[in-house]
Nanobody, 120 residues
Framework: QVQLVESGGGLVQVGGSLRLSCAPS????????VGWYRQAPGKQREMVAG???????NYADSVKGRFTISRDNAENKVLLQMDSLRPEDTAVYYC??????????????WGQGTQVTVSS
C-alpha cells in the first residue's frame, strides 16, 4: 500500500525553526508535484507551499520569506524548512503529492499529518 510518511513536527518557541519531511513508502515511488498544507483547529485546510515536478515553487503570503520547500533527491523526500515561527503557524501539517513508479502515476496522496505547535 502506497502512503506518504511525514516527520519533524513538534513544539517550538516563537522565532524558532522546524524542518518537516515527507517521503513515500515504499521508497520505490518517486515524488512528482507536491504540496504542504496545514489545518488549525476550527479552520479550513490551507496550502502553505507547493513545488511542481519541474521545480517551480509557490507559497502562501503568510509564510513567504519564512518557509522553504525543497527536494532531497538523494533520500527521495520533500522538506519544508520553517523559520521565524509564529503562534499562528500552529497547526497539523500535511503533505500531498503525486507519485510515480516507472511509467505509472498516482495522484493526490495525503500523509497522516504532523503537529506543529508554536508557543509564546
Amino acid at each position: 500500500q502506497v502512503q506518504l510518511v511525514e516527520s519533524g513536527g513538534g513544539l517550538v518557541q516563537v522565532g524558532g525553526s522546524l524542518r518537516l519531511s515527507c517521503a513515500p513508502s515504499p521508497t520505490i515511488f518517486s515524488i512528482n508535484a507536491v504540496g504542504w498544507y496545514r489545518q488549525a483547529p476550527g479552520k479550513q485546510r490551507e496550502m502553505v507551499a507547493g513545488m511542481a515536478s519541474g521545480g517551480t515553487t509557490n507559497y502562501a503570503d503568510s509564510v513567504k520569506g519564512r518557509f522553504t520547500i525543497s527536494r532531497d533527491n538523494a533520500e527521495n523526500k520533500v522538506l519544508l524548512q520553517m523559520d521565524s515561527l509564529r503562534p499562528e503557524d500552529t497547526a497539523v501539517y500535511y503533505c500531498n503529492a503525486d507519485l510515480q513508479r516507472g511509467n505509472v502515476r498516482y495522484y493526490s496522496y495525503w500523509g497522516q499529518g504532523t503537529q506543529v505547535t508554536v508557543s509564546s
